[in-house]
């Protein structure tokens, strides 16, 4: 059986002094990505130590690109039932 998925990577990162911290995510490897969004130290370090999630994070902080991740992964599997007729 294949998988379908759509490719997804998330990252945090400390400005050079350390002090404001940042999430992006790519999305279908896209070279730009999303714009950043700043974010609490201690969530970043919760992240950093694998205490999250990537879905769980990537829900909570780009909401509008996990909907669109969630129908086109619906959209796909019902294609693919839709071929096999289930």
């Given at each position: 059986?294949?998988?379908?998925?759509i490719p997804?990577?998330?990252?945090?990162?400390?400005?050079?002094?350390?002090?404001?911290?940042?999430?992006?995510?790519?999305?279908?490897?896209?070279?730009?990505?999303?714009?950043?969004?700043?974010?609490d130290?201690?969530?970043?370090?919760k992240?950093?130590?694998?205490?999250?999630?990537?879905?769980?994070?990537?829900?909570?902080?780009?909401?509008?690109?996990m909907?669109?991740?969630h129908n086109?992964i619906?959209?796909?599997?019902?294609?693919?039932?839709n071929?096999?007729?289930?």
């Amino acid at each position: 059986m294949q998988s379908f998925d759509i490719p997804r990577l998330v990252s945090v990162y400390p400005d050079k002094s350390g002090i404001r911290w940042w999430t992006k995510a790519w999305f279908n490897n896209s070279e730009s990505g999303e714009a950043a969004i700043e974010i609490d130290r201690q969530l970043a370090i919760k992240f950093i130590n694998d205490n999250i999630e990537k879905d769980e994070w990537l829900e909570e902080y780009f909401p509008k690109q996990m909907e669109v991740y969630h129908n086109a992964i619906e959209q796909t599997r019902e294609q693919i039932l839709n071929q096999l007729n289930i």
